[in-house]
């Protein structure tokens, strides 16, 4: 017997922008698919048409493209379980509400918003805690059970508008197999009888995404801990058709830094990080959330942060390619417990990343940049630049930020140091030293003996003189080694650099 080919689904609905705890579930989704040599597909759950988001799913595209989680089947990817957008395969569902209709496991509600409304508070008034439509009251409604064959028929002939709803058996126990909750069981009476399908003609999404994963051979359920209430439903609808069941693993939700509460789409950039993958403008509101790639994460860092957000591997290693965390990665290892944003966290992956980019790569990134900021400078100054910086930096854009006098002469000088280490003879002293440095090799090597041998004959501390060196070259208190910044830059630029200051801080100091 062959094994059963192992196929996925991430099933977004199109109701704004992904957050970051969607990324996730599709990530997982698609690690498990392809370590165990199987399928990932996007689905496009849009059959409520009052949520519809234009741009969406445009969106919940181009974040996975992004992240490098590439659908084998779905929306704009093909494929021969299509079409995998829930509105297009609107005419397929009713003959399943149907089926479970005439087998009396579903039945028609003609029940209008004002008799559900007057049957809540009929059930409120006599102290009922969650008024609902279910096993007992629905024999007090206008449906299929109650009323006769003639009425219902009359009713339907007349055009009154109705939904199916599923008949919820009366106190059983439904047992539902997690693979990371183990088993989870609900009775019956804490469910009620939930709509099929809906007066629109639309299906809800509890038949939708039951009849789509089974005509879509889904294997394995993974979605957010949200969904755990409508497991046990969804495995009534699977015994209803006389299906299997796909195995289930429900996703522990995504929490605040601060762990109070789930970290929620709302929260947009209110906590001082993004929640969404790429930015987005809300089409109705205008209103505009920022994103990590436009905060200048890595892809590959945000999907190796995101991995850990629930998962973890069991040995000290954190970071993980693509191809590692597919190798690594396991349901077991995936916890209940809510998972805690950390920012910092987020912000150190991207610093790793960094770090092990190569400084001709970081060139290329940073040249646009640098070319809009108009300076022009060669790949391989540009290199030397992001050598420099890199160990200084989280994000490439603080490589250009902080390094601005890599590409421009110091407009100002560092106030502290000027203040705590230009003295009375140091213009002197700079002049001397600015005469050595003419007649020196600028390696960073000679650059460095020169400056030792210059400050034993005149009987100076490196604390008197470097920083004071720095801040004529860079106009900063701080930075990389600063031979190596007069290395790259050069000697007649060095030099020049040195003048402008020395006259500059003199008459200051005048
Ligand atoms: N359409 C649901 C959502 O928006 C899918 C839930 C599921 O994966 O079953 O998350």
């Given amino acids: 017997m062959t094994a059963e080919k192992v196929r996925v689904r991430f099933a977004p609905s199109p109701t704004g922008p992904l957050h970051m705890g969607g990324v996730r579930t599709?990530?997982?989704?698609?690690?498990?698919?392809?370590?165990?040599?199987?399928?990932?597909?996007?689905?496009?759950?849009d059959t409520d048409q009052n949520r519809f988001v234009s741009g969406a799913e445009d969106y919940i595209v181009e974040a996975l493209k992004w992240c490098g989680i590439t659908p084998n089947e779905g929306v704009e990817f093909g494929g021969e379980f299509g079409p995998y957008r829930q509105s297009e395969r609107k005419a397929m569902?009713?003959?399943?509400?149907?089926?479970?209709?005439?087998?009396?496991?579903?039945?028609?509600a003609f029940d209008t918003p004002e008799e559900l409304d007057a049957m809540r508070e009929r059930l409120k008034a006599a102290k009922?805690?969650?008024?609902?439509?279910?096993?007992?009251?629905?024999?007090?409604?206008?449906?299929?059970?109650?009323?006769?064959?003639?009425?219902?028929?009359?009713?339907?002939?007349?055009?009154?508008?109705?939904?199916?709803?599923?008949?919820m058996p009366r106190k059983e126990n439904v047992r539902v197999n997690d693979i990371i909750r183990g088993w989870v069981v609900v009775n019956t009476s804490q469910l009620d009888d939930k709509v099929l399908f809906k007066s629109d003609g639309m299906p809800t999404y509890h038949l939708a995404n039951i009849v789509d994963d089974h005509s879509m051979k889904i294997t394995h359920v993974i979605r957010g801990e949200e969904w755990l209430p409508s497991a046990p439903l969804h495995v009534l609808l699977y015994e209803a058709f006389g299906w299997d069941c796909p195995a289930f693993a429900h996703l522990p939700l995504l929490l605040r830094p601060d762990g109070n509460g789930k970290l929620s789409k709302r929260d947009g950039d209110r906590l001082g990080f993004p929640v969404f993958?790429?930015?987005?403008?809300?089409?109705?509101?205008?209103?505009?959330?920022?994103?990590?790639?436009?905060?200048?994460?890595?892809?590959?860092?945000?999907?190796?942060?995101?991995?850990?957000?629930?998962?973890?591997?069991?040995?000290?290693?954190?970071?993980?390619?693509m191809d590692e965390l597919i190798e690594s990665f396991s349901l077991e290892r995936v916890g209940k417990a809510g998972a805690k944003f950390d920012p910092d966290k987020a912000k150190w992956y991207n610093q790793q990343y960094l770090r092990s980019t190569s400084d001709a790569e970081l060139a290329q990134a940073i040249k646009p940049r640098v070319a809009e900021m108009g300076y022009e400078k060669s790949d391989e100054f540009l290199a030397g630049v992001c050598r420099?910086?890199?160990?200084?930096?989280?994000?490439?854009?603080?490589?250009?930020?902080?390094?601005?006098?890599?590409?421009?002469?110091?407009?100002?000088?560092?106030?502290?140091?000027?203040?705590?280490?230009?003295?009375?003879?140091?213009?002197?002293?700079?002049e001397?030293?600015?005469?050595?440095?003419?007649?020196?090799?600028?390696?960073?090597?000679?650059?460095?003996?020169?400056?030792?041998?210059?400050?034993?004959?005149?009987?100076?501390?490196?604390?008197?003189?470097?920083?004071?060196?720095?801040?004529?070259?860079?106009?900063?208190?701080?930075?990389?080694?600063?031979?190596?910044?007069?290395?790259?830059?050069?000697?007649?630029?060095?030099?020049?650099?040195?003048?402008?200051?020395?006259?500059?801080?003199?008459?200051?100091?005048?």
């Fill in 277 to 321: 993958p790429l930015s987005w403008e809300d089409p109705t509101t205008g209103e505009k959330s920022s994103g990590y790639r436009e905060r200048g994460y890595f892809s590959e860092a945000f999907v190796n942060m995101l991995a850990f957000l629930g998962w973890n591997p069991g040995t000290p290693q954190e970071i993980f390619s």
């Fill in 93 to 108: 569902y009713r003959q399943y509400a149907d089926k479970l209709v005439e087998e009396g496991k579903a039945y028609y």
């Fill in 26 to 45: 599709a990530l997982y989704n698609y690690l498990f698919a392809k370590q165990k040599g199987g399928d990932f597909i996007l689905r496009i759950e």
């Fill in 388 to 430: 420099m910086m890199k160990e200084r930096a989280s994000f490439i854009q603080e490589i250009v930020d902080g390094g601005t006098y890599f590409f421009t002469r110091p407009e100002s000088y560092d106030e502290k140091t000027v203040r705590k280490k230009w003295k009375e003879g140091t213009s002197a002293h700079m």
């Fill in 432 to 510: 001397a030293l600015m005469g050595k440095f003419e007649g020196t090799d600028f390696s960073p090597e000679a650059l460095e003996t020169t400056f030792k041998s210059f400050l034993e004959e005149n009987e100076l501390g490196m604390g008197a003189v470097l920083p004071n060196l720095r801040v004529l070259l860079t106009g900063q208190g701080m930075g990389p080694g600063v031979f190596d910044i007069m290395n790259l830059l050069g000697k007649g630029e060095c030099i020049a650099r040195m003048k402008e200051g020395i006259s500059k801080l003199s008459s200051q100091h005048a």
């Fill in 128 to 167: 009922v805690a969650s008024p609902q439509y279910n096993a007992i009251t629905r024999e007090t409604m206008r449906n299929s059970l109650t009323l006769s064959s003639d009425e219902v028929n009359k009713l339907i002939e007349d055009g009154t508008p109705y939904v199916i709803r599923f008949k």
